[in-house]
């Protein structure tokens, strides 16, 4: 006879706030809940002392920064996670989408999207199957085939910038109810494909089983290299994604746009809080790091701050966050 | 890696060394004459001070991936305060290139953190530092004597520049050969729990390390923005992938521990040929990019599983060698 009956349910029901906490914070790390309170403030502090930042036009373009590199920073995360640490090759993968995407956008934004986020997923496949069945080092070979595929466009572009001959203004312009950028639920169905795959699939756990112990996953037998190429088949498609994104909003492909994707992922998931040595941290870590480091950028670049001057404080940013999680991860509970 | 691995290793690169002369020099007009061995140790001079700082990082276990930058921002730092003298240029620079050196290390023993996640952290901030340093400007040099200076032809094929890289690979080799540090530097890499618990000073070795791949970094860009008397924010940006390739070929292993400064030299001596060669048969710097990659690609193979596989026979004859009755 089951006494579950018997127990007594739950008396307290919580309150919709700590609800709401438990659900922003709860299962995260100290890291990625920091950061989280960290973006809210300094989204409420530059709304208040920032000229022009709470603008609809600011707003808007704040939007579509974080747009493609989210989308490359969830690629990255499921990479990371992976214990694989960083995929080098998703800035090139990007730059030679932008060029795909507007070769072929003639032949309609969903064809040509299916056609460029499928070549992104090989490309992905390939340096999975690599680095999985070769077990080659993932850094280095994501270095080799960055430079591989950036060859190959140079050779197909002459270096050239190629101009779309179709309509790409759903994506690249296009707004939901008048100020929701497409782009952004794109964004928000990727995040929320990763995030099941991530958290509810099968093959989700084995990849974060693999990133925490890749010796003790392989000995229990989880589908060790299927998990590796999954990743970076979604990290090469997610690449691909974002260089569509990026090429859509002006219908051109060219091989500058885009290639600082490996930077702005990784600095995305760094600051999000997303562990390093792999298995700890969530889909949602990656994209609000993407967030913090484009509302900066958008305080930075409103304040007429030059580009020089922002690049070196987004790697000072970084760096704070690698020291700041290096710090949290010695002195968290149960953490080596 | 195993003994035989590493005999393969160390074939492929002698088939290398002697073979691709041969086919060039078949294949192109004066390939042997004095001015093209000068333009091979001159590319040998930056290439080579660059993988033999990233190699000694290698043979730690870690990986500096923060070479690039910091020669690019070498060179804008001598070309910017070296105007009056160049020896202080080069001093701040080699200066700055040991203080990143510092840093990169100061963060891995105490945190425990990857030196590839530390040292993406300073290649990022480095490379902004460097476009701040240039402005989105080329840089020039006005003091042309010293360009001169390190580029005036020695013994035919040599130049003080190449002089230089020469040394620090006997220095490097000498002192990972014979200095306590040295020997720790290779066990930290070999098996790094075996070495903390056997007394090696595993920080001081990494630190060690890594002050000499950000001080020879920054000493081949400060050299390197002196010879060519000027200097951009983009100057370094396909360094990383060569001096990596000219480490793995030269047989430093990615796992750390394994490999020597003469091994690089081979390796570095094998990507200058390589690219040498491929530009006097007319190839693009793209199709030369392309060939680095499929290069560097073939060579973290050999790293992984497939070497391993590929010296297996070798490894089976000695065995059978090793087991005959003499």
């Known amino acids: ?336 | 890696m195993h003994q035989s691995q590493r005999l393969l290793n160390l074939a492929i690169r002698i088939v290398l060394l002697v073979g691709m002369p041969v086919i060039f020099g078949l294949s192109v007009n004066h390939y042997f004459s004095q001015a093209n061995l000068y333009a091979i140790f001159q590319a040998f001079a930056f290439l080579g001070i660059i993988a033999l700082g990233l190699s000694v990082t290698m043979v730690a276990g870690e990986f500096d991936l923060s070479v690039a930058a910091i020669s690019t921002v070498a060179g804008l730092i001598t070309v910017k305060f070296g105007g009056d003298s160049a020896l202080l240029g080069i001093l701040y620079a080699v200066v700055f290139g040991v203080v990143v050196g510092v840093a990169n290390a100061a963060l891995l023993p105490r945190l425990g953190v990857s030196s590839l996640v530390t040292t993406v952290g300073s290649m990022m901030f480095l490379t902004g530092v460097g476009y701040w340093l240039a402005g989105g400007r080329v840089l020039s040099y006005g003091n042309l004597d010293v360009s001169d200076f390190l580029d005036h032809n020695v013994a035919g094929i040599f130049s003080p520049r190449s002089f230089i890289t020469i040394a620090c690979f006997v220095v490097i080799s000498l002192f990972l050969r014979f200095t306590t540090l040295g020997r720790d530097i290779y066990a930290s890499g070999g098996h790094r729990k075996a070495a903390i618990q056997s007394g090696a000073r595993v920080g001081k070795a990494l630190t060690v390390g890594f002050v000499i791949s950000g001080g020879l970094s920054a000493l081949g860009g400060g050299l390197l923005s002196l010879s060519l008397a000027t200097a951009s924010a983009t100057m370094g940006s396909n360094i990383l992938l060569q001096a990596a390739s000219a480490a793995i070929v030269g047989g430093i292993a990615l796992g750390g521990g394994i490999g020597s400064p003469l091994g690089v030299a081979m390796g570095v001596l094998i990507l200058t040929i390589l690219n040498n060669g491929l530009g006097l048969l007319s190839a693009t710097s793209t199709q030369i990019l392309l060939v680095n990659g499929l290069l560097l690609l073939i060579v973290v193979l050999l790293d992984g599983r497939l070497g391993a596989v590929l010296a297996s026979p070798l490894d089976r004859f000695a065995r059978r060698k090793a087991s005959a009755p003499v």
């Not at chain 1, 490359?72 to 995929?87: E, K, P, R, W």
């Not at chain 1, 003790?216 to 037998?221: L, P, S, Y």
């Not at chain 1, 999000?272 to 900066?296: E, K, N, W, Y």
């Open chain 1, 1 to 336: 006879m089951h006494k579950t009956a018997l127990e007594p349910i739950a008396q307290v029901s919580p309150t919709a706030l700590r609800r709401w906490a438990s659900a922003l914070f709860g299962t995260t790390s100290i890291h990625a809940a920091s950061i989280r309170i960290a973006t809210l403030v300094l989204i409420v502090v530059a709304a208040a002392i920032v000229p022009h930042f709470t603008e609809f036009g600011n707003v808007q373009s704040l939007m579509y920064s974080v747009a493609a590199v989210g989308i490359g920073a969830i690629g990255m995360a499921l990479v990371t996670l992976s214990g694989n640490l960083f995929m080098l090759s998703m800035g090139a993968t990007a730059a030679v989408s932008t060029v795909m995407f507007a070769a072929l956008i003639h032949l309609g934004l969903g064809t040509t999207l299916l056609l460029v986020v499928l070549s992104g997923l090989l490309m992905g496949i390939v340096q999975g199957g690599i680095i999985a069945l070769g077990k080659a080092n993932p850094i280095i070979t994501t270095i080799a085939t960055s430079s591989i595929i950036i060859g190959a466009g140079v050779i197909y572009t002459g270096g050239l910038t190629v101009i779309g001959k179709g309509d790409a203004t759903w994506l690249g312009q296009g707004k939901l109810f008048g100020w929701l950028p497409t782009q952004i639920l794109v964004l928000a169905i990727f995040a929320a494909i990763a995030s099941f795959i991530l958290q509810k699939s099968r093959i989700g756990r084995e990849i974060r089983l693999l990133g925490m112990r890749a010796e003790v996953a392989r000995i229990a037998g989880l589908r060790t290299m299927a998990a590796t190429l999954v990743c970076y088949a979604f990290a090469g498609a997610a690449a691909a994604l974002a260089g569509s994104l990026i090429a859509s909003s002006s219908a051109q492909g060219n091989l500058t746009y885009g290639i600082d994707l490996d930077f702005n992922a990784i600095a995305a998931v760094l600051v999000g809080g997303i562990s390093i040595r792999g298995g700890r941290g969530h889909i949602s870590d990656a994209v609000t790091g993407a967030i913090f480091l484009a509302v900066i950028g958008n305080i930075l670049l409103v304040s007429g701050v030059s580009y020089e001057y922002q690049l070196v404080a987004k790697g000072i940013v970084v760096l704070a966050a690698v020291v700041f999680g290096a710090l949290l991860a010695r002195l968290g509970p149960g953490r080596k």
